[in-house]
């Protein structure tokens, strides 16, 4: 009981800079706009995060693991690219479309994890090159034209329960998984232990090799599964989707008070992270603000947010000692 | 039960260890010893599979053996403890203890039944104290290195390494970990054990092997062998143990630090030191000499004390390690890895870095000037190293330390703080470093000496004050010390409170 | 019909536009914001964009928020012509006017949702013509000329592109070279550098866009290649200059402040009569040094 | 003299890998292009090569203290806007326009050190905040339109001595005045050691927050020199330019073999990177390569630089025992 308690206690501690931050940029927009608390922009929100989040808790994993992904945003235009093309040219149904849609997240993130461990590469410059080459497949595959699915797509966003579409459950059945993966598997330790010292890992008899490249592989994956999202969302592929989206999605995660130097992070402060900057996004958009505005807003949040956090920790440190 | 016959390995520009052979028996401890860079980690890691040796062979129970890792030589029953520690910062202790067989259920860690093995074994080495789910990180050094003992005793093996594991012990742990050797020994497990402390291995060990220059010098039952002995084949020739500690004339005070406190580590620390003279620190692991050091030398922000330099009658502003060196001090800290080399960069960029100002006209390097400097350093303290242009991070744990004192010997002064100086040094650089702080006191330097090994203490220090859970609890001077006294003060602070100290995380 | 008992009832209009970091859109919004103050009496009006052409989810959030702010009617051009349809289906669903400037949505898309959507814009490849025909009257038939294309999926630049090719095929003149500058100076810039070293008979380039424009006009000159002719599109402030000194040949202007106006106007139009909507071509007009004087 | 011999030969080893990368693109285009070797292909590559070189050597400073830049591409962009703006609205002289310019750059660099160093956050999200703030403020300041500057600023470009342009003399001069700190001076040497090991710098009694500063600073002001010579090329200053700039230098830096994680680099290195990848978009475009190819050809040679160099890295190792 008194257990439970302190788990309580520490978890609102872990997430109360993003939850001040949350807070304030609600009041803030709720005050300067009409309409912002009202259903649609709720949903707006919702149907906005599935894509980012998901993508963000395959960079989570990365980030842990003191790595970095940049191919992520081309990896989507690609894998969504690869859906569009299964559905309307081979006429494949959704299912094998979606498989095959991730197969290519997976092939992806597979070649980013092995050149990096293969040649001991920064993560950076590897992922950068991949984020070229997926980029450029992404126009191959559609002749650099977008293309239009429509419903054969647009039933995975209607699809709702509890008046959740079921992208945002998937959005959140993934937070949950990746965050008790992190928190309670052997595999979440070991990755963990790898952003510390990887060294020391592999002189303790376990090579960091296999595990960082499931880690490359999740992130692929998972971008492939927010390409579904952002496909179903825009019921077309389009090859230029995800442009930048990589920066976004670090943003996020960082946000979320995961360390770029690996070893530390959590999946569920990653989708307030999202939060945050899916807020931020979409009431700078109901006040009107104009695109100067916007972008020193933006960037301001951001640093703001980060900043916020180092209080939290200090605080919580002290309060340990 | 284990052999070993002609062994070589070479590092880019070092022969490590050439032709050598080696025997265990079930049972025995089996010490090895060399000067600093002999090549007994060298020999401890291709053991543990860590490294491969370049020829030889080796045998496990009449069977070859020719591990290519270290899960390869575990699952053979080879386990080791490492010199340098190798432990996740991130993880808690259970896991660091338990890391390579978390025990789990579908890849599902069992935390409950984690932390119930690992404060079994933490018993049985003496951090029963601590939780177990305490992060790593924010353990000192000393409780650090048990942690890495636990971790090798925490499955059962045929064959265990320990690479200096006592090198920041206080005489409390080295006698509990003494005990699970013992334990060991009644199980038929093999047991190697370095290390550069002399008595120690006289107390365990049951033969002793030699090593010096990557040769097999002998290896000879310890009972047959005396320390003197141990030595003159170590080093090739005769050294004196005894420090030639001469009657030293005190001058002014350099330091003088009043109610010095810092969060619940440091508490209300008084004490001063003259030049010319030696204060040595003595304490358990974790009674908080680190931290009150890091604290005056304003590595970490002081609460509360007031530092007075050189006789003056205002205390002097030290918020940073700039204001600190700025002001004469400098600092020798006792983790060398994390805190004192710059590991990927050649010894020479480390030995100057201090002290870029002479060897630098209008913010420009004098390259040669520096190689010279780095040379004359290299000499003096006889580091061992291909080059002034080797990375730090390629010599042996004994020569990197030489490396940090060099840097702080180059920067020249006047207030010397040495954070177990001789952690890892062998007998002969041990000697050496005596007569370098003797040497420096003569010069009038005032010198403070943290040691975990009271005996050093006692050989080179006028002075010794005793810490125990943060504060200064007794101050023996010359002759009136004992090391039972200095023990029983390093006690005292927790006998009256039990749960102090050893237990940061219980808020 | 629905307003929720405002203050006012003058008609909410919201114009969605592509990127507000953009000259052209920039433009289109000052010259829609200029109408409705001299309109105020008329209808409200509420400017969004979006960070840059490729930002299509975030424009169908907006099309979202503006479904949920419950305005009167939409005046969008949309990124891409044919993922914001179901979305703009969804306002004409909620009883909001849709009309659609600048970017066409997709004939074949509308047709298999069953929307019909009034457009009010330019036609982009009857300009590109335009500025092509103009431009081969001054080459002779089988002369060497490069086109720099806009963002390969925007449909305006693919349009451009399409009126280019059907100038120069017209004409016999031979398009040596057809590489996208992603509407970019600095793009546009490198790739005529490396052109005109590949190929130094080279005559002409046709640029989609203004900016690029300017960026072959820089390297042409670095290359001290001034007499190759440049050819723009949009009629950007800053290029006005240059195509009077003839620096720039020609480019197109598509009267960007006052094609939100009459997106605007037409859905005002439209919310008055319930007129069936039909589509409206705006003026697009060929600008040449003699039309600056 | 067998010092020199020695130092020439080290030299050789330590460039080898990105010559043989060089060389090779430059036989490969040479092959498939009518006209690559001619004097205006290598006038274009001089042209283009001094503004992202410039700002290679800034980002190789703040790679070295382990540190990384991306604000750098929106950076060149409002500095460049102000430069714009001195020269065409206030009618400036030029040297106080660059003065203005440079003065741009050097405060967002002051920013960017400042918060990172007080509030020790990570430089990747603080700049990440300054590269949407900066673009903002480009865009505020031009009020998001290009301006055209003309003969004012194309003087600089129009300047040149032996043949050699003005920027392109900056560059190397720049290039050759970065090398110089880098090795030889106490400035240098703490970067250097302040990327190895920050900690222990501190605790040798040297403050490493100035330095630090310093680097941040000094990447800014080479961002807005590269802005002068970006503005000049293209006799314009347009908001939008320097879109994906830091990603480019950074990949210049690295296929220089700079690390990522600090305490090891060489601006030399940092300047045949720039080359490469100058040459490998001149070689590109003249061979009229489609977008998709080139992406593709783009992200494979990024990647096959770095891994070239991992060799060099072993073979020099290897020839030393
Ligand atoms: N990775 C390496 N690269 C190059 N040289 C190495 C490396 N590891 C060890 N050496 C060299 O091998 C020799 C033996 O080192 P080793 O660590 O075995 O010494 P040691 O006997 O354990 O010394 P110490 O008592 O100081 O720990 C030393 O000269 C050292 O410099
Ligand atoms: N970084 C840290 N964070 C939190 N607690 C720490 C940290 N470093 C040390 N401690 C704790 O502070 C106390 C004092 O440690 P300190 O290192 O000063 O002891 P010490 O007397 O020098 O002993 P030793 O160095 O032998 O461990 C210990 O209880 C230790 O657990
Ligand atoms: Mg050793
Ligand atoms: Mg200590």
Redesign the pocket.
Known sequence: MKHKIKNLHTAVKDYIGMLVALTALLAIFGLSTKNFFTFTTFRTIANQIPAITIMAVGMTFVLIIAGIDLSVGSVLALSGAVLGVCIVNFKLPLPLAIIACMGVGLICGLINGFIVIKWKLPSFIVTLGMLEVARGAAYSVTGSRTMYIGPAVEVITETAALGLSLPFIIAVVIVIAGQFILARTVFGRYIIAIGTNEEAVRLSGIEPGPLKLWVFIICGVLASVAAVMHTARLSSANPNEGLGMELQAIAAVVIGGTSLMGGRGSVVSTFFGALIIAVLGAGLAQMGAQEPTKRIITGCVIVAAVILDTYRHRLSSRKI? | MFKACGIHKSYPGVKALSDLDLDLRAGEVHALVGENGAGKSTLARIMGGIDTPDSGQMHLNELPYHPQNRAQAESSGVRMVMQELNLIGNLSVAENIFFDHLPNRFGIVNTNRLNQDARQIMQRVGLGD?DPGIKV????????QMVEIAAGLSQRCRIMILDEPTA???DKETALLFDQIKKLQTERVGIVYISHRIEEIITISDRITVLRDGKLVATRPTGAVTSSDIIRMMVGRDLSAETCKRQRKPGQVALRVKGLSHRD?VKNVSFEVHRGEILGFA????????????ALFGADRADEGKIYLYGADTPARIRTPRDAVRAGMAFIT?DRKEQGLLPALPVRMNITLGRLGRISRLGLIDAARERAIADEYIDLLSIRCRSCEQPVRQLSGGNQQKVVISKWLHKDCDILIF??PTRGIDVGAKFEIYQLLGELADKGKAIIV?S?DVKELMAVCDHIAV?SA?RLVAQFSGQEWTPEKIASAAFSEYIKNPTQ??Q?NEA | PKRNGGASTRPEVALIMKSLANEFFKTMEEGARSHQSMHADEYNLEVVGIKDELDVAQQISLVELMIARQVDAIVIAPADSQALIPVCKRAMDAGITVVNIDNKFDEGVLADKGVKLPFVGPDNRKGAYMAGEYLARRLAKADKVAVIEGAPNAFNGIQRKLGFEDAMAEHGIEIVSSQSGYWEMGKANQLASALVSEHPDIKAFLCANDSMALGAVAALKSAGKTDILVVGFDNILAVQELVKAGTILCTIDQHADQLAVFGIEYALEMLENKTAPADRQTPVDLITAKELQ
């Open positions: 000692t | 601590i990180r924010d353990l000192g050094i000393g409780q650090q920041s012990l206080t580590k304490g358990l692991m974790g009674s908080g000499r680190t931290e009150t050091m890091r006792e954070d177990e943290i975990s810490i943060g100290g050893h940061p």
